[in-house]
């Protein structure tokens, strides 16, 4: 086993240094883009934390939706398919729940703090993705 820190510990300090060391250091442009890499470091920490587990909720969801097994790309082109072709809308069971349940996911990873997804949080409970 690795001695610690961690990856996500390592990542941590690194977006925490450009922030608070780094950024209010540097000259406008340059502050900004310390706060952008720091941000994407961030980022890809939820990504490793969480991404596994998210996109397994999402197979599994996919698979119920759409009746059958098959790898997540496959079965995103179909409810994509079927979506243009009008086979699936608003009115199919399942759907909208599973469209919210993955923009929701998505946003838990990009933007955890956006506003609108803290709101969403709490007009759909039962699809906080964390």
Do not use: W
């Amino acid at each position: 086993m690795l001695d610690q820190p961690n990856p996500d510990e390592v990542l941590e300090v690194v977006a925490q240094m450009l922030r608070e060391q780094f950024a209010p250091q540097l000259p406008g442009s340059a502050a900004f883009h310390a706060r952008v890499a720091a941000n994407a470091i961030d980022l890809v920490r939820r990504q490793i934390a969480a991404g596994e587990r998210l996109e397994q909720a999402s197979l599994a969801r996919l698979r119920a939706l759409l009746g059958h097994d098959g790898d997540a790309d496959a079965l995103e082109r179909e409810l994509c398919e079927r979506i243009r072709d009008r086979s699936l809308d608003a009115s199919t069971p399942g759907l909208l729940d599973h469209l919210m349940a993955s923009t929701l996911a998505k946003m838990s990873v990009d933007q955890p703090a956006y506003a609108s997804y803290r709101r969403a949080l709490k007009e759909h409970p039962g699809l906080d993705p964390t």
